[in-house]
């Protein structure tokens, strides 16, 4: 009994502490992915198996090894290894810039139709690509109830959050600002490097695959290998049940855990250059608004 509820407090503790992460690592409880950029709606239930998948895993960890602390590594382990090795991020990422292009081909075929930039704009929200489809409609909502092109056009590079954005709205400020001329052609021009921008990322990507796929094979083995020895040879093991093994199993998990974050960011790709600047949204050379 003591033991059980030993268990059941470090597992308590465990998911106490996913959910601080999860709230820390999103603000106000939304759904962001890669740079805050809105991300697909998740499907009912999805935080319920995410919380209930890690305290079952937990519960299995810690009833067959008996250590609180292997119950609570178990239930952190299950619900940060998913996320830590997944590939969703870049492939919304590269979905965004897909989408940015797309859009802006569709607004350069808008304007050559005689329609003005705020006019194309509103016209081409409800048909924008899905990966971007959102922040255009709240843009053009924003156009529509009166808020300053400049501003909107900002705000929206803020909510894509991607280089390849930062360019077409600066293109599009300049133009609202400016009146610039030919800007149609710039779009196309625009267009054209963002599509070249997503394929490189795709082979960039392809190259690191040999990187994660290693991750995962030092993750499957070693985790198989503890596993086995938890199971078939108890006795081996014996030592972490004290006290004293309980930290250094401790001391042990959080080390690895630290190795294989290492490991998963040799894999991601390094940080760009924004031109946007991402907490006031500037334009280059313009001063900060307050």
């Given at each position: ?145 009166g808020v300053p092109m400049a501003s909107a056009l900002r705000r929206l590079g803020e909510e894509i959050d991607d280089e390849s954005a930062d360019l077409v709205v600066c293109a599009l400020v300049l133009a609202s600002e400016a009146r610039a001329q030919r800007l149609g052609e710039l779009l196309g021009d625009l ?100």
């Amino acid at each position: 009994m003591t033991l059980a509820l030993v268990i059941t407090c470090a597992l308590g503790a465990g998911l106490g502490l996913c959910g601080a992460l999860a709230s820390w690592s999103v603000p106000g409880g939304s759904e962001t992915s890669l740079g805050g950029a809105p991300r697909v709606p998740r499907p009912a239930g999805f935080r319920a198996r995410r919380v209930l998948a890690p305290l079952a895993v937990g519960l299995v960890v810690g009833l067959v090894t008996r250590w609180p602390v292997a119950a609570l590594l178990g239930a952190l382990g299950a619900y940060g290894v998913p996320s830590l090795l997944g590939q969703t991020a870049w492939k919304s990422a590269t979905a965004r810039v897909e989408g940015v292009a797309a859009w802006t081909e569709l607004l350069r075929d808008t304007l050559a139709s005689s329609a003005g930039l705020s006019q194309a704009i509103v016209a081409t929200a409800p048909v924008a690509p899905r990966s971007i489809r959102e922040a255009v409609q709240r843009l053009a909502a924003r156009l529509s109830s009166g808020v300053p092109m400049a501003s909107a056009l900002r705000r929206l590079g803020e909510e894509i959050d991607d280089e390849s954005a930062d360019l077409v709205v600066c293109a599009l400020v300049l133009a609202s600002e400016a009146r610039a001329q030919r800007l149609g052609e710039l779009l196309g021009d625009l267009a054209q490097s963002a599509r070249e921008q997503a394929a490189m990322r795709l082979r960039v990507e392809a190259s690191r695959a040999s990187t994660r796929s290693g991750v995962r094979t030092v993750l499957v083995f070693s985790l198989s290998f503890a596993a086995l020895l938890a199971v078939v040879a108890h006795s081996y093991l014996a030592p972490f049940g004290t006290p004293l093994g309980q930290v250094v199993l401790a001391g042990v998990g959080l080390a690895y855990a630290a190795g294989l974050v290492l490991m998963v960011r040799m894999a991601a790709p390094p940080p760009v250059f924004r031109l946007l600047e991402p907490s006031t949204g500037g334009v280059p050379g313009e001063p900060e608004r307050r």
